[in-house]
């Protein structure tokens, strides 16, 4: 099974949420499967986008996708 690697950037420690399954945690790299995802950090919602919908594909443990999400 091929994996890709992604790390979601936000100002605050929080859980990761892969297409609804907690997978990782902010400001740390996590292994998904290659593909288009739907990400978000759950509950309370003050962040934005409420959710990004990437398409993981040729990612490196040295060269995850970041994803960012801002504070409201």
Known sequence: MAVEYVIVR???????FVDDYE????????????GTHTINL???RDYTPKWRRPTVVHTTPLRPMEIVFEEL
């Open 10 to 16: 936000f100002p605050q420690r929080r859980a990761v």
């Open 42 to 44: 759950g509950e309370p």
């Open 23 to 34: 997978s990782g945690v902010t400001d740390k790299k996590f292994r998904v499967g290659p």
